[in-house]
Every structure is written in C-alpha cells, then in structure tokens.
C-alpha cells in the first residue's frame, strides 16, 4: 500500500485533475523474449490525446537483479512505441516508486538504481499525443535481453491530463534522410524482412524535406538487425539488401556509392561524436587503401524518428569493395584456386572457422581461429578450404621460423607488410581494441594478381578513441599501450598474435618508423584531423540536437563504458575526443619503435651527398631521406626505367626534414633509378631501386 500511495502522490503532483489507469504486472522471464503487460483505458476524457489534454505519465515498480538487462516501452494504441529506458543501472537492482514524466529535470540514463523518484523517459511521452484516440489497451513492452536474472513487474501505471508534451515532429535535415516502412513486421536478427525504404537527399547544402518526393532511393529492401553487442543498445545498427519490385537483390548506386546491394545502417550510439568509425575508414583510403564508403543521415522507421546513422558500404569482394578475384564453386584447382579470399580474426564456431596450427609466440596456450567471410561458410569448397588453410599455415610457419625477417624466405613471401603496416597504424592511432581480435579482415588475391594476404579493410571502432576501464591496455589515460598486445589483455577472442613476432623484425620496425613519419605530415597531422572533426561537428550540430532528444546519450556512459566525467554538451565531446587523439599521437611519436634515418648500406652519389632509399628491395613505397642539403626548391626527383623513361616526377620542395614518402603503385617488378634533377641536370648520382613483390 506504501508503493501505491507514493506513485499516486507522484502523479497527481504532476495535476490534480488527472486520470490514471493501472496495468497488469507479472513474472519478467530472462529467456531473452519479449513480453507486453497491458493497461486497458476506457472512458478517457476527453478521448483525444493532444497538448491540451494526454499523456503525462508513467510509473513502474520491478523487482530485477541486473537493471541493464531490461528494455522497456510504452505501446499506444494507435502502435506508437515510446522507449521508457534501455541499458541503464548497469547490475544493480530494481525500479523502486521509478515514474516518468517530460517535466523531470532528469533524465533516467542519469540516474541510479533503483531510480526512485521522477524521470524523463528515453523518449518523449508527447510521441503518444498525435491525436489518437487514448481509449483502449496500451502496453508495457518488458524485454530481458540476458539470462540468469529474472525479475516481477509488480505494479505500472499511466496518467493522462492537462497541458500535456508534444510530439518531437522531425520535419527537414541537412543530412540525407532514409524512411523505412515495415508494413507493421518486427525487424530481427535474421532472417530479413522484406520493407520499402525511401531515401530524400537534395544535395550538399540543401534542406532535405520528408515530404519531398524520394529521390535517392524508392524501392523494397530487406532488412535485419546486425552486430553482436551493438545489437542489445537502444538504438539498433541493420544491415539490408537493395531489392526490386520482384523482390530479388538489385544491385544498386545509392547517395553517390557504386552499385551494390549490401548496405549497412550503423547506429551512433556508441558514438557521441559520430565520427569514431568514419575517420578511421578516410585515414585508411587516404593511405590508398580500400575502406567502406558511407553517409551519414537521419532515419526513421515506420514513423519513428531513430536518430543518426551512417549508411555504410558492406565489406564484401566486389570490383569496388575488396577488390579480389570472384572464386566460384568450380575453382577448385590451378591459379583459380589461388583466390580471393577474405578472412577474419573474429567470432567464431566449428562451423565457419578453423584453427590455426600455431599460438601467438607470447601466449603459446592460446588457440586461435580464423573465420571465413568470402567464400561464405556455406559456400566454401572443401578444396579451397585446404587451400586457405595451408597458405595460412605456411606463412605462420615463415613467420616463427628462425628465419623469419629473411625478406625473401620469410613471412614477407606471404603477406603485404605494406598492408599490414598502415592497418596497425590505424588501429594504433584509435587505441582500437576490437582490430586485431573480432573485426580484423584480411584478404588474398589470385597468385597471378599478386597474391600475398593483405591486412584490412578497417571496421568497427565503437569501442576506440576512448579510455575504457577494466583493462591493461586500453584504460591508460595517458595516451599508452599497444593495441595489438591485445592478448595480454584477456580478450574474449584470441588474436593471432601475428604482429607481436612481426615486431621482433628490425626491418619491419624501420619501415613502421619510415611510414608512420611519413603519415604525420600528411594525414596524422592534427591540425589535418581536427579539420575534419571540426567540420563534421559543423555539418552534424542540427542533426545531433535530435538525435540527443531522441538517445540522451550526453554526459553519461552508454554503450562502451569510458573513463572519467563525460561531457554534458557536443561541443565537450568533440573537444575531449580530439584531446584524447593529441595525447595518443605524442605517445605513438615517443614510442613508435624503428629508426627511418639509418637505412642500412645503399650505393651512395658521392662522399658529400647522399641519397637513402628504404625499403630497398621495395613493393609500393620508398622513402627518399637525403644527407647533406645541397637540394633546391627547384629540384625534382625521378624515378627512371632502365630505358631511361622517367615515370614518376615528384618536386623535392615537399621534402620534410630531409625525407619524402614515393608511392609506386604504378610500377611494376623491376630495376629503376631514383635520380635528383636540378636544371635539368643529375645533382648526384642516380640510385638503383629494385621493386619487387607486387601484389
């Protein structure tokens, strides 16, 4: 009786003319369904629900041995959903008197278990007031996401009265905005489902209206939850297939991307400053790399407004995606066999995965297994298997061999260090956990195409840029540790380990040094970076107000646990994520290991001038480093055939302390010579440079 009275205080606080109804209670099961509670309303008046008179209230008592277990909504008759709470109170317990109300001063992902008191809700209570008819049955929609801890609702109710929230009406964006209809189905995690999708986009600076005609997209999809974890947060990432009137996958060109019909909507909840996954996909393209191409918009389903997105370009082999050879069921011998392939260090089970033969050479009790993501492991050959397998472990037999850093012997027969060089650069640079254990790609071409593994592409960084607790390496908050040792750390998935023996190669060390030096003057220069954060955080600020009123995510952890105070504001947030990225490159520039200047023996122009190229036997780089300025800003520098046939010209003037960074990516194997031309004459004499290796 103590409860009651007190809920009932609550809400006759909030007007003394009000209307409550109570709902049904009952056990809440832990089998991760999901459950409705109803509360029927009859007589309500007056019966429209509006700002004059409508819902202003709930209340809910649940006992519940882990409180971030459950979701919660309220269903308006009309199939208006309302999401009270999600992932809050972490493994505390119970909603203790816990009511909501848009008055609140605060918000129920500030609170603490269990939440007595008055709160907003995660989502206006005014998306109930659109005019419909508040008589008849609403609904407490309970899910358990977890098993091991069940609990009761015990008590819920709803108030209706006077001066009553109005619906959050999104209306235009600056963003592209996607609409989803689902013709009333659930959207699970497989199979899809087949809905339309629309798409309105008018252009850079332009307003995108919902009421304008779609103009980017208007056609079927089919669609489903994605992700592991991401998959239990609040706001829910999809994955979905393009389709045509028939409902067979149509391959499809949308907001500018190539034609394709994989796609992604990843959802930003993680992310308060959405852009943790698209900066770490530019820095890896800009470095001449395939990343996933993506958009950032709006989106709503089935009326309801979601918040940000970006919609994303699935990782699959495809002339503009990981561009490998098409291996079919037939290619089960000769070259053909050879690839492509795509792998994964990832989850995995017996059935889509194998074990490797060898452990990380710091943890030799750790299995490892890898995953097959292309062919898929329903379609994969048992010829191609053996195949992927055997290339696997002949590489990891080279690489924890004694000879290993022999750079014709050795694991660089296997793989693009190149590759794997700027894939541990980007992984580095965001501290990101989830690279070299669960999201980590690797892909093989046909041997006639080059055939060595290559790290990449880049995926999933919701849990990096960020100081996480409960962890060796990854709760440093001065900017430390080594990503890659990721198995010191415990994971929930080993990682091959791969890199930790690859930086027992001095070489290799060198050209990490060589390419990381490189990359700061370009790309991993801050005031590069913050460009682009600061301009994203422009173009994002209207879209981000919603998206808060929507999540309010701010100021509070959700999703991937952080360290420290967070932000209240948007502003806050870009200013401490961009202040986490300062202090991990001052880290990385102390500690990168390597040294670029002393090169090794290379055939020298004269006693007085010198010109170091390294790597030298290279494959799709050389960096150039210079002894003895004697250069002017007129200088050039060529790269010559042994016909004499100058094929890349480069002006020495972007020279940085003595050194630049030469892609050759146009060259094929062979010997060439690197010449420094200065009024059109030799200034020293010309350095053979021998490419080799080419994938």
């Known amino acids: 009786m103590k409860k009651i009275l007190f809920t009932t205080f609550l809400i006759t606080s909030i007007s003394s003319f009000s209307q409550t109804f109570s709902g049904t209670g009952g056990a809440i099961p832990d089998d991760g369904s999901t459950n ?36 919660i909504d309220l269903i308006a008759p009309d199939g208006t959903d309302i999401m009270l709470l999600s992932y809050v109170g972490g493994s505390d317990d119970n909603f203790t008197n816990t009511c909501f109300s848009q008055s609140a001063s605060t918000s129920i992902v500030s609170g603490t278990a269990p939440f007595t008191g008055t709160f907003k809700p995660m989502n206006t209570l005014g998306n109930a007031n659109n005019g419909q008819n508040g008589n008849g049955t609403w ?26 929230p109005l619906p959050n009406i999104f209306t235009s964006s600056n963003l592209p905005i996607v609409l989803i209809n689902t013709f009333s189905q659930t959207i699970v995690n497989e ?4 809905a339309n999708m629309k798409i309105i986009y008018n252009g850079p600076g332009v307003t995108n209206y919902v009421t304008n005609p779609p103009n980017a997209y208007n056609n079927n999809v089919g669609i489903e939850i994605r992700g592991a974890f991401s998959a239990s947060l609040p706001q829910k990432p999809y994955g979905f297939e393009t389709r045509n009137n028939l409902l067979v996958q149509n391959d499809t060109s949308i907001l500018g991307m190539p034609l394709e019909h994989d796609w992604q909507l990843l959802a930003t909840y993680n992310d308060k400053v959405y852009v943790r996954n698209t900066l770490a996909n530019k820095l890896f393209g800009e470095m001449g790399h395939y990343a996933a191409r993506s958009k950032h918009c709006e989106v709503i389903i089935n009326g309801q407004y979601q918040g940000i997105y970006f919609l994303s370009e699935s990782i699959k082999r495809d002339a503009n995606r990981v561009d490998i050879s098409k291996l079919d069921t037939i290619d089960n011998a000769g070259v053909q066999l050879t690839g492509g392939y795509i792998i994964k260090n990832d989850y995995w089970d017996a059935a889509n995965s194998w074990l490797l033969g060898y452990s990380p050479i710091d943890h030799p009790t750790f299995p490892v297994h890898l995953v097959y993501a292309y062919p898929k492991p329903d379609v994969i050959t048992s010829q191609q298997k053996t195949y992927i397998q055997t290339y696997i472990n002949s590489l990891e037999s080279a690489l924890y061999s004694p000879a290993f850093a022999d750079t014709a012997t050795g694991y660089r027969a296997y793989l693009s260090t190149a590759s794997f060089i700027d894939y541990l650069i980007v992984n580095e640079l965001s501290r990101n956990n989830d690279g070299f254990k669960k999201s980590w790609y690797m892909h093989k071409n046909r041997d006639d195409k080059g055939g060595k593994l290559k790290a990449g592409p880049v995926w999933d960084f919701d849990w990096a840029w960020a100081d996480i607790p409960g962890s060796t390496i990854f709760s440093a908050t001065d900017g430390s540790g080594w990503a890659y040792k990721i198995n010191d750390d415990g994971p929930d998935v080993n990682s091959n380990g791969w890199y930790v023996r690859m930086m027992q190669d001095t070489t290799f060390q060198n050209e990490l040094k060589c390419r990381w030096m490189h990359l700061r003057t370009c790309y991993l220069d801050t005031t590069y970076l913050f460009n682009y954060i600061d301009s994203m955080a422009v173009y994002l600020d209207s879209a981000q107000i919603r998206h808060q009123e929507r999540w309010a995510t701010l100021g509070v952890d ?4 952080e360290i420290g105070p967070q932000p209240s504001t948007f502003a806050g947030d870009i200013a401490l994520y961009k202040a986490w990225i300062s ?24 006693s007085q001038n010198v010109i170091n190229l390294f790597p030298n036997p290279t494959s799709d780089y050389v960096f150039v480093n210079t002894e003895n300025k004697v250069f002017t800003n007129s200088t050039i520098v060529i790269i010559s055939d042994v016909l004499g046939r100058d094929l890349i010209i480069v002006p020495y003037k972007q020279v940085l302390n003595n050194g630049m960074m030469i892609s050759l990516t146009d060259l094929s194997n062979g010997t060439y010579f690197c010449r420094f031309i200065d009024d059109g004459k030799d200034v ?12």
């Open 583 to 606: 202090e991990r490159i001052d880290w990385l520039d102390a500690n990168m290991p390597g040294n670029c200047y002393t090169l090794g023996v290379n055939e020298m122009a004269s």
């Open 191 to 194: 199979p899809k489902i087949n």
């Open 139 to 164: 609904k407490l929609r309970i899910t358990d996401t977890y098993p091991a801890d069940a609990g009761n609702l015990l008590s819920w109710n709803i108030t209706f009265g006077p001066g009553a």
């Open 684 to 695: 020293v004499k010309p350095v053979k440079l021998v490419v080799e290796n080419k994938l």
């Open 558 to 561: 959700v999703g991937t646990p």
């Open 36 to 71: 409705d509670y109803p509360c029927v309303v009859s007589a309500l008046t007056p019966a429209t629900l509006d700002g004059t008179n409508g819902l202003i209230g709930v209340c809910i008592n649940i006992t519940h041995t882990w409180d971030s277990d459950l979701n």
